[in-house]
């Protein structure tokens, strides 16, 4: 899914006005509309192979859903997939599910409708959970949004199945892929690491909604629960990706969607875009 969201000066605070003109150059289209002002973003769903393993990184939004409080995903009818047969991936052939954190964006295809009301979608694949997400935003949870369905139609259903794997601080999936906490965002944030040979890459979920969040890490986007536990994470990943050139693939970019980048000053900025 690709469309606008929220006006730049909304989606991240404190940036100012002339850091979007001034690289508008780059942002625009595929970043940033500067007609409209609104950030444009982009819903999606990474798929690895690792150790003759297939690895899904998080699960869109889903169709189908009943999203009072977020209209733009409710009652979808994507071809997700359709999308991911073509890239070669059937439901039953998915070892592994990752969701970086637990909002209603990056949970949705974790479930489908079954007989009898909302059944995972990956029924042979164990689904990697942030523990702290799924205490803040399950039933007994801190969080409103353990009040919207979310939770009850694309979480609830793995847990019943058993499928469900709980982690904190940090969790090895193989020898190429693990998952290292990175909160702010919400309380369970992570990020996953890829190593293979030469090769680094850091999926980095909502830690980055914008790449002006490269050059401005120091701001966090209203969506974050907690913004300056975020910011400081935010420093911290970028500049291990930095020092070890690790390619930075954010959950929510357009275009090319992942980018390196290079330590500028207290700031970051971008050394070349994936291609």
């Known amino acids: 899914m690709e469309a606008p969201f ?10 100012p006005e002339e850091r979007w003109r001034e690289n508008r150059s780059w942002l625009a289209p595929d970043f940033w509309d500067p007609d409209s002002g609104r950030v444009m973003a982009a819903v999606q769903t990474w798929v690895l192979r690792s150790e003759g393993k297939t690895v899904l990184v998080d699960t869109g939004v889903g169709n189908g859903r009943h999203r009072p409080d977020a209209p733009h995903f409710a009652d979808l009818d994507t071809d997700f997939p359709a999308r991911l047969a073509a890239a070669g991936v059937r439901p039953e052939g998915v070892d592994i599910v990752v969701n970086t954190h637990l909002h209603a964006d990056h949970v949705g295809w974790n479930t489908r409708r079954g007989d009898g009301g909302w059944v995972p979608t990956f029924p042979n694949a164990t689904y990697l959970m942030p523990a702290a997400d799924h205490a803040h935003f399950g039933p007994r949870g801190a969080d409103r949004v353990s009040r919207d369905p979310v939770f009850a139609d694309s979480v609830a259903p793995v847990d019943r199945a058993g499928q469900t794997v709980l982690w904190s601080g940090a969790y090895r999936i193989d020898a190429h892929l693990s998952l290292e906490a990175a909160p702010g965002h919400t309380p369970g944030s992570s990020v996953l690491r890829l190593a293979s040979g030469t090769d680094r890459a850091v999926f980095v979920g909502d830690l980055l909604h914008t790449p002006v969040q490269i050059l401005e890490p120091e701001h966090s986007s209203c969506l974050c629960l907690d913004p300056r536990a975020a910011a400081a994470t935010r420093a911290r990943v970028l500049g291990r990706a930095a020092d070890e050139r690790e390619l ?7 275009g090319a969607g992942a980018a390196e980048v290079r330590r500028a000053g207290g700031k970051f900025a971008i ?3 994936a291609a």
Not at 6 to 15: C, F, K, R, S, Y
């Open 271 to 273: 050394r070349r875009w």
């Open 6 to 15: 929220l006006p730049a000066a909304a989606l991240v605070p404190g940036v």
């Open 248 to 254: 930075v693939v954010p959950a929510h970019l357009r």
